[in-house]
Nanobody, 127 residues
Framework: QVHLAESGGGLVQTGGSLRLSCAAS????????MAWFRQNPGKEREFVAA????????????VYSDSVKGRFTISRDNAKNTVYLEMNNLKPEDTAVYYC????????????????WGQGTQVTVSS
């Protein structure tokens, strides 16, 4: 089992920045993929960004949704078993609960592709 714990959400003004963290614990997570999704009430959970995980390389494949490309950056720290989402130039439409997800297979983009989920952290961007 893998336990995921998100942190770093909060309230920020339009144009501001936040950094979300997702710490993984439990089963050793040496390879696979981790991702961020977001969801608003009454809407489907949507893909934000994903990154490949490997303890044998320092580089990582990453992919972003079109809505955040150029503004958000996903990164990983293998030593801390943590993935980050740096969010810049935030917009009101970025407001959502952000969820961290993980899988022990290659990078993927769909909600149903991920096996482990965190509890979520609220991000609110005021106009």
């Amino acid at each position: 089992q893998v336990h995921l714990a998100e942190s770093g959400g909060g309230l920020v003004q339009t144009g501001g920045s936040l950094r979300l963290s997702c710490a993984a614990s439990g089963r050793t997570f040496s390879s696979g993929a981790m991702a961020w999704f977001r969801q608003n009430p009454g809407k489907e959970r949507e893909f934000v960004a994903a990154i490949g995980i490997s303890d044998t390389t320092t580089w990582s494949d990453s992919v972003y949704s079109d809505s955040v490309k150029g503004r958000f950056t996903i990164s990983r720290d293998n030593a801390k078993n943590t993935v980050y989402l740096e969010m810049n130039n935030l917009k009101p439409e970025d407001t959502a609960v952000y969820y961290c997800a993980a899988r022990f297979r290659r990078l993927a983009l769909r909600v149903e592709d991920y096996d482990y989920w965190g509890q979520g952290t609220q991000v609110t961007v005021s106009s």
